[in-house]
């Protein structure tokens, strides 16, 4: 008989940007190796679920309107991502077996729930759950100089990436 190894999943979004609010995800136990886990760089996830010690992220096709991360760097061994990049491990007997390094692909024209627990998750424009509303995404450049000066910001070096958020209900 084999015994089963538990896993536990967690995703963390580093400090954001400025007037950004710094998130964290925690992961979801789960016995074997989840599909997130075995996401590739360039693959692309969706939090579905979260929580400050459980996350549910599920790999989706890059252009899905549900997509909100985008792995840029897996590895078997834990890491610093970088502030602006949130991370997702998965650990088996105290072993981190599975660690991405994953950056924000929101869309524009689309709102987001932003919050400590869940990181970005998507939401409903007129939903009371939207925090935030993407008004531009600029890809190629990171440069906070790109977003109206009442807008709050997100840059991203790699891949460079600017995001321009507003209030969903203003």
Same mark, same amino acid.
């Given at each position: 008989m084999v015994a089963a190894r538990a896993l536990i999943a967690r995703v963390r979004p580093a400090p954001l940007a400025l007037a950004l609010i710094a998130a964290a995800v925690g992961g979801c136990a789960v016995t074997g190796r989840s599909a997130a886990a075995g996401a590739a760089v360039g693959d692309c996830l969706e939090v579905t679920e979260g929580?400050?010690?459980?996350?549910?992220?599920?790999?989706?096709?890059?252009?899905?309107g549900?997509?909100?991360?985008?792995?840029?760097?897996?590895?078997?061994?834990?890491?610093?991502?970088?502030?602006?990049?949130?991370?997702?491990? /998965?650990?088996?007997?105290?072993?981190?077996?599975a660690f991405l390094c994953l950056a924000p692909n929101l869309k524009a024209d689309s709102c987001y729930h932003r919050d400590s627990a869940t990181g970005f998750t998507l939401a409903?424009?007129?939903?009371? /759950?939207?925090?935030?509303?993407?008004?531009?995404?600029?890809?190629?450049?990171?440069?906070?100089?790109?977003c109206d000066p009442a807008a709050t910001y997100l840059t991203l070096a790699e891949p460079a990436t600017t995001f321009c958020f507003v209030n969903p209900r203003a």
């Open positions: 929580a400050v010690n459980q996350a549910r992220t599920t790999p989706v096709d890059c252009a899905s549900r997509v909100v991360y985008t792995v840029v760097s897996a590895s078997d061994r834990k890491r610093d991502c970088g502030p602006e990049y949130s991370s997702y491990e /998965e650990t088996a007997a105290g072993q981190t077996t409903d424009c007129t939903a009371p /759950e939207a925090t935030v509303r993407v008004v531009a995404r600029f890809d190629g450049r990171a440069d906070r100089a790109l």
